[in-house]
């Protein structure tokens, strides 16, 4: 789509702010005002428009995309988003450690991913059950329903990010502990990729899955920005 405006401005709106290009407020995909809930945001997303050359690329402007699924999606579809956020509770990256012939990998998952398990733990009153290799083994009632409830608490704007960013990292207990302020992205996103990562050491670099991991690491930092803007 061509540029069709000059200015864009984020605007002081009844519910929050919007954005103005040109003085006149843009609209959702959907239609819905894009009423955002911070001046912070508000001010980062008018700086995506503003950036925009003679074209308009949708890559560039991941904020805008993330407001937009909150107020397209999440508002409309909330139950379902919850659910498959919290579907991560019974299959969280964190339960499946390398198997009996990968001892070495199981121990560095251990002394990787344990912190963040214990973290919850204690947060949330919550236990894991965890195995060896890739075979599923459900958690417990409990667990799942607590997770589940957490992320039920949360807002439509939070679980925007929250659906971006446990999609990106395979794990609910990382984000939840993104969100919580235990972890930031730079120190999560390694462990995120803790295997691939290990398999580069043990095997060398593969130039196509770097590129692929570039590409999720940014997006899943634009979600964390996302997160800090809407609580800012």
Partial sequence: ????????????AENGFSIHLDGRPIKTPARNPLHLPTK?????????????????????????????????????????????????????????RGDDSQQALADHQAEKWDPLLNWARARYDVSFTLTRGIMHRPQSKHTIARLSEVVEAQDDFTL??????????????????????EYDAETLWPLMNLEELWQEQQWGRDDLAV???????????????FLTLCRS
């Fill in 1 to 12: 789509m061509k540029r069709f405006y000059k200015r864009a401005a984020s605007v002081v």
């Fill in 40 to 96: 912070q945001l508000g001010e980062a997303i008018a700086s995506e428009w503003a950036a925009q050359g003679d074209e308009i690329d949708p890559v560039t402007m991941p904020l805008t995309a993330l407001a937009q699924g909150a107020l397209d999606q999440v508002a409309h579809e909330r139950e379902r988003v919850v659910r498959r956020i919290a579907a991560f509770s019974d299959s969280d990256m964190l339960y499946y």
């Fill in 160 to 181: 925007a990010a929250m659906l971006s960013l446990v999609g990106l990292a395979g794990s609910l207990i990382a984000v939840l502990a993104l969100i919580e302020g």
């Fill in 211 to 225: 590129a692929n991991r570039g590409i999720k690491q940014a997006e899943f930092f634009a979600a964390q920005q």
